[in-house]
C-alpha cells in the first residue's frame, strides 16, 4: 500500500472520529478547566452558595447571582487561601483592579458559603 492511500485512511478515519465526537459533546456543558484556578472556580460554580444572615443584613443588595459572577470574574489567591483543611477549605478571590477588593468563600461538600466580602 502506497503512501498516498495510507494517509488518505488515516484523514478519513480521523475526520469520522471528530463527527462522532462532535455528536457526543454537541450539547453538553463540558469544558477542559487544566488550570488550579479554574477547576476550583468550576466546583465553586457548581455547588449552592449560602448567604449567612449577617451578611444579609449588612449587603441587602448582594445575592447569590452577584457572588456567582464575582467568582467567575476573580482571580484565586492560593497563597492567602487555606486549602489544606480536611472540611471546608476556604478560598481568597481578588477582583477588581486594586487587591483591595475581595470574596472569602468556605468550599464545602455540598455549598459553598461565603465567609467575607471587602467592596470599597
Not at 77 to 101: A, M, P, W
Not at 107 to 117: E, F, H, P, S, Y
Request: with cysteine.
Amino acid at each position: 500500500m502506497s503512501l498516498f492511500y495510507r494517509i488518505g485512511y488515516y484523514l478519513v478515519g480521523f475526520s469520522v472520529g471528530l463527527i462522532f465526537l462532535a455528536f457526543i459533546f454537541n450539547g453538553k456543558k463540558t469544558s477542559c478547566n487544566y488550570s488550579p484556578s479554574s477547576r476550583v472556580k468550576g466546583s465553586l460554580l457548581q455547588k449552592k452558595i449560602q448567604l449567612p444572615d449577617n451578611f444579609k443584613n449588612q449587603y441587602p443588595k448582594i445575592n447569590d447571582s452577584i457572588i456567582r459572577e464575582l467568582i467567575k470574574k476573580g482571580n484565586i489567591d492560593f497563597s492567602k487561601s487555606e486549602t489544606q483543611l480536611d472540611s471546608c477549605r476556604v478560598y481568597h478571590i481578588d477582583f477588581g483592579n486594586d487587591k483591595n477588593s475581595f470574596l472569602e468563600v468556605a468550599n464545602c461538600k455540598k455549598k459553598v458559603t461565603v465567609l467575607k466580602v471587602l467592596i470599597p
